[in-house]
């Protein structure tokens, strides 16, 4: 039987926009945090590095952070993926260099449950935030979250990855069908890997009921 596995960053593939980001300038009080990102884009320091100097800058309460995230919005398209992806038992995760504590609300606020989230930690304390990275490794300094290994952990299966940031290039790398924009898709014409260019998500869906794989993963789950 074939095997599929989808993987989605999180900030400006499942969003539009990038939400961290927007946290970050909007409750870090001063304006350390681009020094901080400019320094990771210069490869100087690592993303876990960077993202524990800029969230542990930020000041704000929990229930104020839920406020700011509650109308960020989810791909319209995403739920027509995750109904396609279930009828056939395809796994869906998001791998991300985000948080868990920020990403489970936006979802659970558009509606979307049971999809697996495999991303940065935050505690809270008071209005301080702190972060810890259990998926750090070392040997993939560009994100902070070691998406490849995530993907490496299946590689019997079809890896299907979409994503825009430096921080999703070494998952890139590791798969087997890349949707790609913005950094992401730069860093791979450079490097000349092939994509799949998106915007939106729909690109992604259209494959997916198009794409062969797809119809024998439904014929062998009805069989």
Not at 84 to 106: K, M, N, Y
Request: overall charge neutral.
């Amino acid at each position: 039987m074939p095997e599929m596995r989808l993987y989605f960053d999180f900030d400006n593939t499942l969003t539009a926009g990038d939400v961290l980001d927007d946290v970050i300038a909007t409750f870090s009080p001063d304006e350390r945090w681009r020094r901080w990102e400019e320094a990771w884009m210069q490869g100087c320091i690592s993303a876990r590095d960077c993202l524990r100097a800029q969230v542990g800058a930020l000041r704000v309460t929990r229930e104020a952070l839920l406020r700011h995230l509650a109308p960020v919005r989810i791909d319209p398209a995403f739920p027509g993926i995750l109904a396609w992806a279930r009828r056939r038992g395809v796994e869906v995760s998001i791998v991300s260099d985000s948080f868990v504590p920020l990403i489970q609300p936006i979802l659970r606020n558009n509606g979307i449950r049971g999809v697996r989230v495999l991303a940065n930690e935050l505690s809270f304390a008071g209005d301080r935030l702190v972060p810890s990275f259990p998926h750090y490794d070392p040997a993939f300094p560009r994100s902070a979250n070691a998406k490849a290994r995530h993907l490496a952990r299946r590689r019997a299966a079809t890896n299907v990855f979409a994503g825009d940031g430096r921080s999703d290039l070494d998952a890139a790398l590791a798969a087997d069908i890349v949707f790609a924009k913005d950094i992401l898709a730069r860093e791979l014409a450079a490097r000349r890997v092939g994509y799949r260019p998106f915007e939106t998500l729909a690109p992604v869906l259209e494959f997916l009921e198009a794409s062969g794989l797809g119809q024998a993963l439904a014929a062998a789950a009805s069989a």
